[in-house]
């Protein structure tokens, strides 16, 4: 579907559901209708050496300018809720003078309905659950990260529900495809469904378990894979303890038969001019005793990886950066506010793959694969204007030569980056009727 054609369908439903929402308004003796329109404009400079991240495969250094454009809509009545994200985003680097389009698409294009205190959802939706390590929004991504399917919630006071039935299909692929919200994700077919408790201030629970159906390449075949646990959240005073804790079995789309496991325990130190979080990932993976037609690989699904695993995201893809040995992540992060509009950070990495690599002659090697350390700093002089920028290192060991993200092992890996995210609210029209 051509973009044009795209657009007039977009504008078709949203003005048909607005005239819906309309009639059901006028049934009512006492309702408000609302519609906003929010605008943002979000460019990004970003500069890597010695390591690869898209959308660079083989330049050393690289430099590039991405923006997005984005334009949310919403219309709310008593009985409908409608939104869309409408987003373009552009490319410039070295290798092209001129800008070219990276993506036009729908970040979100849904319509919510309720009934009986039960919320219906359905369309392209943007899908963040607990802390978002399986189930993220990917904020900092410029193209972010959605779902199409329905999502069904029940909330009350202690207790919330959400059960989602996802799928994929075959999307147009005459933008570039890594710029798409949508067409990372590998699933054919998925039921997630995610509980939380939250008894008072101090104590909450939240369990995620989801299903998903992977379809096996080049082929029609569909393996059934599952992932079941959550999360535990304690606060004392100015301390807080968290234990995440994951396990993933059935078959993967290799066909192998699967049983793996993720754990994160972390504590927070929250004080006046500082807060301190020490914690660790153990992502499991397979040794290379492991039977082939067994894997031990964790696959974190759709979640954020920068926000657990280092800026630069060094380890992103699971089990392909880490070679199938899985990952051990001890971190320590520090928060400084140095005033209500400016904070700096610092977030420290050390990385060991759970079982050794081997080398060109089947021989192990240390598991230690180096250390990363991100600076990053955020200012917002006012409330439509957010600055973010970092500097990141990533000092590797010898072993990392046996793994494909950086190029040169006896180098500093660097990355670094400026953004401005400028939003502002363009129309905000309430009627109420009496």
Known sequence: MKFNDLFKTFFVLFFCLAIIGKVKAQEKSSFSQQFQMNIEIRPRAEYTSNYILPPNDSIDPYFYITQRNRISMQFTSEKWFVKSDLQEIHVWDKENSNSKVGSINFYQLFFETKFRNI???????SILLDNGRLFSDAPWAQQGRSHEGIRIMK???????????????????????????????????????????????????????????????????????????????????????????????????????????????????????????????????????????????????????????????????FPADVGGRGLVNPYLFALFPLSSKLSIRSDFHLFYTQYPLLDNNNQEVSKFLGFENDFSLKYIPIKQLEINGAFSFYKSTDSMQYLPKVQDDTKLALWSYVMVSYSFNAVNSKKSRK
């Open 119 to 125: 919320n219906f959802r359905l369309g392209r939706q």
């Open 155 to 317: 909330y009350s006071q202690h207790f919330a529900n959400d059960f989602f039935f996802l799928f994929t299909r075959n999307y147009n692929t005459s933008f570039e495809t890594a710029y798409s919200p949508v067409t990372s994700n590998r699933y054919k077919y998925m039921l997630v469904y995610n509980f939380s408790y939250n008894w008072n201030k101090n104590f909450t629970f939240n369990s995620l378990n989801t299903v998903d159906f992977l379809e096996k390449t080049n082929s029609e075949t569909l393996y059934a894979r599952a992932t079941a646990g959550g999360r535990i959240e304690f606060k004392k005073k100015n301390w807080y303890y968290t234990l995440n804790s994951y396990l993933q079995f059935g078959q993967n789309q290799k066909g192998q038969d699967l049983l793996a496991y993720y754990l994160q325990p972390e504590i927070k130190l929250s004080l006046s001019k500082a807060t301190w979080r020490l914690g660790a990932e153990i992502i499991s993976g397979s040794s290379s005793q492991t039977n082939i037609e067994n894997s031990r690989d964790f696959d974190v699904l759709y979640g954020v990886t920068w926000k657990f695993n280092g800026n630069m995201n060094i380890f992103t893809r």
